[in-house]
Each structure stands twice: as C-alpha cells, then as structure tokens.
C-alpha cells in the first residue's frame, strides 16, 4: 500500500523558514508528477507547487520566488522549502502525487497535511 507522509511543519515568525518533506513510501514504481496544496481556515484548497516527472516546476503567485519544490529520487522524497513566510502563508498543507504501481497503473495519493502557522 502506498501512502504519503509530511512532516517539517509548526510555529514559525513572519519572515522565518521551513522546509516540508513528503515520503513516499509502499510499493511503486515511479513518482510521476508531484505536488504541495495547502488550506487555510474557511477557504478553499489552493495549489501551492508542482513539479512534473520531467523536473519543470510550477508556482502559486504568493509564492513564487519564496518557495521552492525539489524532489529526491532516491529517498523518495518530495520538498518544499517555504522562505520569508507569512502570515497569510498559514494553512495546512498537503502533498499529492502521481504515484505508478507495481501493477503499472498509475493512482493520485494524497498526504495526511501537516500544519503551518506563522505569527509572531
């Protein structure tokens, strides 16, 4: 069984840093396209970042040039190193992932969420 696992979030000040992980752990095959969404209080799940099996990446405005997707391969781990945070930035946030199965189909799986609040 594949499943998605964050940590790395918590209590941070304005203008401070986290970085995100998302394991993926189970049976796969690959790890296609990859992604972060977050949901704060009363509003809607929003994109965050992506990034597709090729590499290229894709940004939320609020946060472009603060935030950042990589991926490793080899620990099968997704990131997201969120810079100059906000209060606004404050929301859960959740990976999604593209996921092949050892069977060669290909199932989208998303994370539990983990919480990010930044106040000071």
């Known amino acids: 069984q594949v499943q998605l696992v964050e940590s790395g979030g918590g209590l941070v000040q304005p203008g401070g840093s986290l970085r995100l992980s998302c394991v993926v752990s189970?049976?796969?095959?690959?790890?296609?396209?990859s992604g972060w969404y977050r949901q704060a209080p009363g509003k809607e799940r929003e994109l965050v970042a992506t990034?597709?099996?090729?590499?290229?990446?894709n940004y939320a405005d609020s946060v472009k040039g603060r935030f950042g997707i990589s991926r490793d391969h080899r620990r099968n781990t997704v990131y997201l190193q969120m810079n100059n945070l906000k209060p606004e930035d404050t929301a859960v946030y959740s990976c999604?992932?593209?996921?092949?199965?050892?069977?060669?189909?290909?199932?989208?799986?998303w994370g539990q969420g983990t919480q990010v609040t930044v106040s000071s």
């Open positions: 999604n992932a593209d996921i092949t199965l050892t069977n060669y189909w290909t199932r989208n799986y």
């Open positions: 189970g049976r796969f095959v690959n790890i296609g396209r």
């Open positions: 990034m597709e099996d090729s590499g290229s990446t």
